[in-house]
């Protein structure tokens, strides 16, 4: 028994595609027709990004250090006295920006199409302006139909936004949104990569915008909280102090006025007593206006500075789609199907894998 293997060669599988040369115009043909029409019907966009560079707290950090290892010479150990004096530190920031209170802070934002002069809302625009594929809009129609059927008397929701209960149409846009802006953190850097992506080229530098600047006053209320408390504070006790102040003074004043000719004891004790409260109300006010200016520094010690690498620019050339490239993924999947089919049809697919007997479709000849 003598077995004898078929052997191909490139020429073989060359004369297998010339013979079914037909079959590839109209495979590749009809896929070129198909993908360019399914590209083309998605609209195009476009990506504006932001670069930031946040102030560290390195002078909290160094005051820290100093303070713990001021201590612990005596013997005392502060634990974390030397972490950093930031809760929010930048690689938080994605988390914060996809929290739902920051992400409904965008929605007020007015935004303008690029070349048209109607103004609306962030919110009205991923509700209602955005162009979808044929197939989005169909299967939104579809499904907007069956549920005014099924649901004619359906109240109209409210526009306001509750945070702590968000209506169904709340929820869509925020998961539109979700697509549209990112947030990254280079985290040997520390530099801050703002994302928007949008339809409209303005819409997408004007919102890049809006998110670094909700960003960067949300980093600052919360560096300058304390302080501004304290600052408040601090006015309210320089208001009570001066109001007292120039009460003792006016009263000092007054009676002096009205007894510079009298030498009786009891007057001049009176006016003795006056000017001790004068001195001790002016005492009071200088050091509360001390106390109120160190305040006010404070504020302006607190407030972080942002260097901004990159800042929001109108993008001129689109992101996306990238039709040609997808047409020709397709076109390369349709023409090895294809090639697989053709294989498999003249009987070379299973020797091209070097498979055997019932495995190769019989091409092994048995004598």
Known sequence: MEEKTEKLSYK??????????????????????????????????????????????????????????????????????GSSA??????????????????????????????????????DYLKDGQRLPWWSQAMRATIGAVFSIFAPDKTQESDKVNTFKLTKEQTAVMKILDKKVSCDV??????????????????????????????????TDYRTSKARVDLEYNKKLYAEAKDKYEKARRKYAAFSDANQKVFLERIRSEQTELQTELSIRQSAYT??????????????QETPAFTTLQPATVPVKKAGPRRARTCLFFLFLAFLGTTVYVFRKEGHLAPLFGLSGDEGDKCHIQS
Do not use: W
């Not at 850097?189 to 960003?215: E, F, G, Y």
């Not at 206006?289 to 302006?300: H, I, R, S």
């Open 186 to 219: 280079d985290v040997r850097t520390m530099v801050i990569i703002i994302n928007v992506i949008d339809q409209d080229p303005l819409i997408c530098a004007t919102m890049a915008d809006s998110v670094q600047s909700k960003l960067q006053t949300f980093i």
């Open 86 to 123: 930031d809760a929010i530190l930048p690689t938080l920031y994605p988390d914060l920006m996809n929290s739902v209170t920051f992400r409904a802070s965008l929605f007020p934002v007015k935004v303008q199409r690029e070349n048209e002069d109607s103004v609306m809302t962030y919110y």
């Open 287 to 300: 050091q509360i206006a001390n106390q109120l200016q160190m305040a006010e520094a404070k504020v302006q």
């Open 12 to 81: 073989d599988l060359l004369n297998d595609v010339k013979k079914h040369r037909k079959l590839y115009y109209k495979v590749l043909s009809v896929t070129f027709v198909i993908s360019a029409f399914l590209m083309l019907s998605i609209p195009n966009y476009y990506k504006c990004t932001v670069m930031l560079a946040p102030e560290l707290s390195s002078m909290g950090l160094r005051s820290s250090s100093t303070l713990s290892s001021l201590v612990s010479s005596l013997g005392i150990n502060l634990g974390g006295t």
